[in-house]
């Protein structure tokens, strides 16, 4: 059945598509070479056909087959050991001692197993391995999934043929099947609940609706909190606390508006500069996109979205960003449809009689203090109406005092109450274990985190029998999380706790909660003191990860379970909320749990209303101007194109230098988040976009010296001084980079830095520098020749454009390309500022007195190699003051400003922070 299923469901993706987002998005597959054989009468001669089609093709072969087609043709194995000229071949018997196909159909229900033994299962003893002992062929026995790849990645790399044998269960593959086919079902239903809420109002409508975006706006936000957060150091000694963060509103042109709160914790790697650098990026770039009103479904849909609408590769956005992105998407289709968000995400109606639609929470405790006294805290929270008390340890570094103080809450509180430890990851191996053995009778029901290495996690469990929950080990993984799961699917890790701020959003969220939950594992949602429009957003989010958990447990005949409380109890913190109204909590009359009714949390969210005093300051569309300057350029008046933006801050600007081809516009993205640092001015160099030359003289006097890196540069300096620019960061792409690396070297005076992105200081050789110019010559006449159209083409042919070839913008890329008013001029810059040309920067680079950054994609091997020499160049020389640094953008190749926007705006904004310190 798993040869049957592989054919059936089997699916071979690009590498470059190992993303989520970039597989549902690719419209393209990674053709593979398939050879089927059936064998005669439909069983014998398989592996021997597999050792001749291996033999033919002259490739290395992976041979699927079940245990009885294997042993049916062992005299195969023989086959192997003959001298025939092939490369090593891998055989994959899927071993579950019999034939299956029989196990899925009806008459598995209804016969005798002695029967079906006898005349249906082909049952069998036959052992694998003594066969490939026999024959001298290479075994290798598996029983999981990690183990299987890991033999199928060093059958790859040895050079010998191997039999790897997966250990498999005629009933247990039957039970699988059965799982799959109710989950099909369920999604199935899920999905004609979604088809039938589409209105066809006229026969001309097609499709799903669309939500059109008219605007997002943001506010930061600032309010006071009565004791510093958990996550704050133990001696934290302000006398004054405060939360700050943001709250989005998205504007739907039917008028609907959606709120989100975007609220970075420093612990998580983000801060309130970088995540609005990235909250202006996508108010920019937003404005009139559309929203599918499947996204609720979540499942890789909003990942999809993200990838194909903005083109930013999911794993770049921050995970407070895009969490609070996509509650105020969520927020904002739930308005228009006047549902709230709970019913968008729980489409289908499934009803469980007598489930209380409160959602549990877990109180939270600070361990900084006397156990007496924290005792004394959880017994009042318990007499509220709390049953789960979440205890923070390992502040103070002392097992033992944490111990004590668990020790005082059982005392106090009674057995009734379940008690969750959480160790931040703050302990080492040997601590934890300690604090392990000192609580052996507390009866936690677990401990999030215990030590610092994720490599000691199980091995804690194994020595202390105190159960395990996840956090911080699944919110450091922003892609592939089940590669990551996978490793964690031990008994004694129990529970996941997922924080939507901290894993990405809702969507990831789901999905690792999914996941738990199919394992038998709690999924517990988790606040990072967001405030009650956040914790509304999570009340409900938390109720559809309770029904979704019952969903599975009645797919899989499993008895229902009562709902686990959620950490949201981080609402107590608070002594002032950014919405005018709080979230309401209370106690359940019916069960006596302390609760939020999602009723209530969704009443918040439809009339939430901001309090004026908690906000700090709210976002401005700061403007591009565009304008024309009258300059000269090695004599020859020209009229160069300016985009600017921003204001300077400590009188730094940035200055935008694209590549060959490119114009300024390609930079406003970047220069909109920017433009709150710094002010951004992008130009068109000369030859492209709207710059033109004024008065031509003749062909015979225009030589290419006129477009030569020194005139370009003489010019920018002459524009500094027009525009009256005192510090100037140059960020230059390609061949922008050429002349930003040149003036940082050359000419210093007016330049205070640089950012280099798939830059190069040029050629040494002279045999190397000649067949440039002539290569880029030769180029160069064939644009004028060809047209613009046909020379893209061609150009964007080559091998270093793989990547963005890939990418779902290079349409719209390619077209804007088309927009360069003079050819002659396009094609005298590609002569002039000939890399051939150029003079060679590599001694300058020893001398260099201004801090350099060198920005390379991931897959741009070459300039890769590039950066990293002109690293090694520079730190050749002792005298060199500011040792650059080298950022791989990850997801990108050669134009990672295109492909990778948000992460080249984090390395160009911590440059800038830098060079102003």
Same mark, same amino acid.
């Given at each position: 059945?798993?040869?049957?299923?592989?054919?059936?469901?089997g699916?071979?993706?690009?590498e470059?598509?190992?993303?989520?987002?970039?597989?549902l998005?690719?419209?393209?597959?990674?053709?593979?070479?398939?050879?089927?054989?059936?064998?005669?009468?439909?069983?014998?001669?398989?592996?021997?056909?597999?050792?001749?089609?291996?033999?033919?093709?002259?490739?290395?072969?992976?041979?699927?087959?079940?245990?009885?087609?294997?042993?049916?043709?062992?005299?195969?194995?023989?086959?192997?050991?003959?001298?025939?000229?092939?490369?090593?071949?891998?055989?994959?018997?899927?071993?579950?001692?019999?034939?299956?196909?029989?196990?899925?159909?009806?008459i598995?229900?209804?016969?005798?197993?002695?029967?079906?033994?006898?005349?249906f299962?082909?049952?069998h003893? !036959?052992?694998? @391995?003594?066969?490939? #002992?026999a =024959?001298?062929?290479k075994? *290798?026995?598996?029983?999981?999934k990690t183990? +299987?790849?890991?033999?199928?990645?060093?059958?790859?790399?040895?050079?010998?043929?191997?039999v790897?044998?997966?250990?498999?269960?005629?009933?247990?593959?039957?039970?699988?099947?059965?799982?799959?086919?109710?989950?099909?079902?369920q999604?199935m239903?899920?999905?004609?609940?979604s088809?039938?809420?589409?209105?066809?109002?006229?026969?001309?409508?097609?499709g799903?609706?669309?939500?059109?975006?008219?605007k997002?706006?943001?506010?930061?936000?600032?309010?006071?909190?009565?004791?510093?957060?958990?996550?704050?150091?133990?001696?934290?000694?302000?006398?004054?606390?405060?939360?700050?963060?943001?709250?989005?509103?998205?504007?739907?042109?039917?008028?609907?508006?959606?709120?989100g709160?975007?609220?970075?914790?420093?612990?998580?790697?983000?801060?309130?500069?970088d !995540?609005?650098? @990235?909250?202006?990026? #996508?108010? =920019?770039?937003?404005?009139? *996109?559309?929203?599918?009103?499947?996204?609720? +479904?979540?499942?890789?849909?909003?990942?999809?979205?993200?990838?194909?609408?903005?083109?930013?590769?999911?794993?770049?956005?921050?995970?407070?960003?895009?969490?609070?992105l996509?509650?105020?998407?969520?927020?904002?289709?739930?308005?228009?449809?006047?549902?709230s968000?709970?019913?968008?995400?729980?489409?289908?109606?499934v009803?469980?009689?007598?489930?209380?639609?409160?959602?549990?929470?877990?109180?939270?405790?600070?361990?900084?203090?006397?156990?007496?006294?924290?005792?004394?805290?959880?017994?009042?929270?318990?007499?509220?109406?709390?049953?789960?008390?979440?205890?923070?340890?390992?502040?103070?570094?002392?097992?033992?005092?944490?111990?004590?103080?668990?020790?005082?809450?059982?005392?106090r509180?009674?057995?009734?109450?379940?008690?969750?430890?959480?160790?931040?990851?703050?302990?080492?191996?040997?601590?934890?274990?300690?604090?392990?053995?000192?609580?052996?009778?507390?009866?936690?029901?677990?401990?999030?985190?215990?030590?610092?290495?994720?490599?000691?996690?199980?091995?804690?469990?194994?020595?202390?029998?105190?159960?395990?929950?996840?956090?911080?080990?699944?919110?450091?993984?922003?892609?592939?999380?089940?590669?990551?799961?996978?490793?964690?699917?031990?008994?004694?890790?129990?529970?996941?706790?997922?924080?939507p701020?901290?894993?990405?959003?809702?969507?990831?969220?789901?999905l690792?909660?999914?996941?738990?939950?199919?394992?038998?594992?709690?999924?517990?949602?988790?606040?990072?003191?967001?405030?009650?429009l956040?914790?509304?957003?999570?009340?409900?989010?938390?109720?559809?990860?309770?029904?979704?958990?019952?969903?599975?447990?009645?797919?899989?005949?499993?008895?229902?379970?009562?709902?686990?409380?959620?950490?949201?109890?981080?609402?107590?913190?608070?002594?002032?909320?950014?919405?005018?109204?709080?979230?309401?909590?209370?106690?359940?009359?019916?069960?006596?749990?302390?609760?939020?009714?999602?009723?209530?949390?969704?009443?918040?969210i439809?009339?939430?209303?901001?309090?004026?005093?908690?906000?700090?300051?709210?976002?401005?569309?700061?403007?591009?101007?565009?304008?024309?300057?009258?300059?000269?350029?090695?004599?020859?008046?020209?009229?160069?194109?300016?985009?600017?933006?921003?204001?300077?801050?400590?009188?730094?600007?940035l200055?935008f230098?694209?590549g060959?081809?490119?114009?300024?516009?390609?930079?406003?993205?970047i220069?909109?988040?920017?433009?709150?640092?710094?002010?951004?001015?992008?130009?068109?160099?000369?030859?492209?976009g709207?710059?033109?030359?004024?008065d031509w003289?003749?062909?015979?006097?225009?030589d290419?010296?006129?477009?030569?890196?020194?005139?370009?540069?003489?010019?920018?300096?002459?524009?500094?001084?027009?525009?009256?620019?005192?510090?100037?960061?140059?960020?230059?792409?390609?061949?922008g980079?050429?002349?930003?690396?040149?003036?940082?070297?050359?000419?210093?005076?007016?330049?205070?830095?640089?950012?280099?992105?798939?830059?190069?200081?040029?050629?040494?050789?002279?045999?190397?520098?000649?067949?440039?110019?002539?290569?880029?010559?030769?180029?160069?006449?064939?644009?004028?020749s060809?047209?613009?159209e046909s020379?893209?083409?061609v150009?964007?042919?080559?091998?270093l454009?793989?990547?963005?070839?890939?990418?779902?913008?290079?349409?719209?890329?390619?077209?804007?390309?088309l927009?360069?008013?003079?050819?002659?001029?396009?094609?005298?810059?590609?002569?002039?500022?000939?890399?051939?040309?150029?003079?060679?920067?590599?001694?300058?680079?020893?001398?260099?007195?201004?801090?350099?950054?060198?920005?390379?994609?991931?897959?741009?091997?070459k300039?890769?190699?590039?950066?990293?020499?002109?690293?090694?160049?520079?730190?050749?020389?002792?005298?060199?003051?500011?040792?650059?640094?080298?950022?791989?953008?990850?997801?990108?190749?050669?134009?990672?400003?295109?492909?990778?926007?948000?992460?080249?705006?984090?390395?160009?904004?911590?440059?800038?922070?830098?060079?102003?310190?």
């Open positions: 059945m798993p040869i049957r299923d592989a054919d059936m469901y699916w071979n993706a690009p470059k598509y190992h993303k989520l987002a970039m597989k998005s690719s419209e393209s597959c990674n053709y593979i070479q398939v050879g089927s054989n059936r064998g005669a009468s439909g069983i014998d001669g398989l592996l021997s056909t597999a050792i001749g089609f291996a033999v033919g093709c002259n490739k290395r072969v992976l041979s699927v087959l079940g245990d009885v087609s294997f042993l049916h043709d062992t005299n195969g194995l023989s086959l192997l050991r003959q001298q025939i000229p092939r490369k090593p071949m891998t055989i994959l018997v899927i071993n579950n001692h019999g034939g299956a196909i029989f196990s899925l159909l009806p598995a229900t209804n016969t005798a197993r002695n029967i079906l033994d006898r005349y299962y082909t049952s003893d !036959v052992s694998v @391995q003594n066969l490939c #002992l =024959h001298g062929v075994h *290798v026995q598996v029983s999981t183990d +299987l790849r890991d033999s199928l990645i060093a059958s790859k790399s040895q050079n010998v043929d191997c790897i044998e997966v250990n498999s269960s005629i009933e247990d593959n039957a039970g699988f099947h059965s799982t799959l086919r109710k989950f099909t079902c999604a239903n899920h999905t004609l609940d088809l039938s809420k589409i209105s066809i109002p006229n026969s001309a409508f097609h799903p609706v669309l939500y059109k975006v008219c997002m706006e943001y506010s930061l936000y600032r309010v006071q909190l009565s004791s510093p957060p958990t996550s704050a150091s133990a001696n934290y000694k302000s006398s004054a606390f405060f939360r700050e963060g943001f709250i989005i509103s998205l504007s739907l042109a039917d008028g609907s508006i959606g709120f709160e975007v609220a970075p914790l420093e612990i998580h790697k983000e801060n309130l500069f !995540v609005e650098e @990235q909250l202006q990026f #996508l108010t =920019h770039t937003i404005k009139g *996109v559309t929203i599918n009103q499947f996204l609720p +479904l979540l499942k890789g849909l909003f990942s999809s979205w993200l990838w194909r609408t903005f083109g930013i590769p999911t794993a770049s956005i921050f995970p407070s960003v895009r969490c609070g996509e509650m105020a998407v969520l927020n904002a289709v739930a308005a228009s449809e006047g549902a968000l709970f019913n968008i995400l729980r489409l289908h109606r009803e469980f009689p007598g489930r209380s639609s409160d959602v549990k929470i877990c109180a939270l405790l600070d361990s900084n203090g006397a156990p007496e006294d924290i005792a004394r805290i959880a017994a009042d929270l318990v007499n509220e109406g709390f049953t789960a008390l979440k205890l923070k340890v390992a502040r103070c570094h002392d097992p033992n005092h944490d111990a004590a103080i668990v020790q005082e809450i059982r005392k509180i009674g057995g009734n109450v379940e008690i969750r430890a959480d160790a931040n990851r703050n302990w080492s191996y040997e601590e934890a274990v300690q604090f392990a053995h000192s609580v052996k009778n507390c009866c936690l029901q677990y401990i999030e985190e215990p030590v610092e290495s994720e490599d000691d996690i199980i091995r804690f469990y194994e020595a202390t029998g105190l159960p395990v929950a996840l956090d911080e080990t699944i919110n450091d993984y922003k892609e592939n999380h089940f590669e990551v799961l996978s490793k964690y699917t031990h008994p004694g890790i129990v529970a996941f706790v997922i924080k701020s901290a894993i990405g959003g809702f969507e990831n969220a789901a690792v909660a999914r996941w738990a939950q199919q394992l038998g594992k709690n999924a517990v949602i988790s606040a990072t003191y967001e405030t009650s956040g914790l509304a957003a999570y009340v409900q989010f938390s109720h559809f990860i309770d029904l979704q958990n019952l969903d599975i447990l009645r797919l899989t005949n499993k008895k229902e379970r009562p709902s686990i409380p959620h950490g949201l109890g981080t609402y107590k913190w608070f002594r002032e909320d950014v919405s005018t109204r709080k979230l309401v909590t209370c106690r359940n009359p019916t069960n006596g749990c302390m609760g939020s009714p999602v009723a209530d949390a969704d009443r918040l439809k009339g939430f209303q901001f309090n004026k005093t908690a906000v700090v300051r709210s976002s401005t569309n700061a403007n591009i101007h565009m304008y024309q300057l009258e300059t000269d350029l090695d004599n020859v008046s020209i009229s160069i194109n300016v985009y600017d933006t921003g204001e300077s801050a400590n009188n730094i600007v200055v230098l694209h060959f081809l490119g114009t300024c516009e390609e930079w406003i993205p220069m909109k988040a920017m433009s709150g640092s710094a002010r951004c001015i992008s130009i068109d160099l000369p030859g492209h709207r710059s033109q030359l004024q003289v003749d062909n015979d006097v225009m290419k010296s006129t477009f030569s890196i020194e005139a370009i540069a003489i010019m920018l300096c002459n524009l500094f001084d027009i525009l009256h620019l005192k510090k100037v960061i140059l960020v230059g792409y390609s061949m980079s050429r002349i930003a690396l040149y003036m940082s070297l050359r000419c210093n005076a007016k330049v205070e830095g640089a950012v280099i992105i798939s830059g190069s200081p040029g050629l040494t050789n002279s045999v190397e520098r000649e067949m440039r110019r002539t290569k880029d010559d030769f180029t160069a006449s064939l644009l004028v060809s047209g613009l020379f893209l083409n150009w964007y042919a080559g091998d454009w793989h990547s963005l070839r890939c990418h779902p913008h290079f349409k719209k890329i390619v077209s804007s390309r927009r360069h008013a003079d050819l002659e001029s396009l094609a005298r810059a590609l002569s002039g500022l000939s890399i051939g040309r150029q003079p060679s920067l590599w001694e300058d680079l020893k001398l260099c007195e201004r801090p350099l950054m060198f920005i390379v994609g991931e897959s741009d091997a300039f890769k190699a590039i950066a990293q020499k002109m690293l090694n160049t520079m730190d050749q020389n002792v005298s060199v003051v500011n040792c650059p640094e080298i950022v791989e953008i990850p997801c990108s190749g050669h134009a990672a400003h295109l492909e990778n926007p948000l992460s080249v705006i984090s390395a160009i904004s911590r440059f800038l922070r830098k060079v102003k310190n």
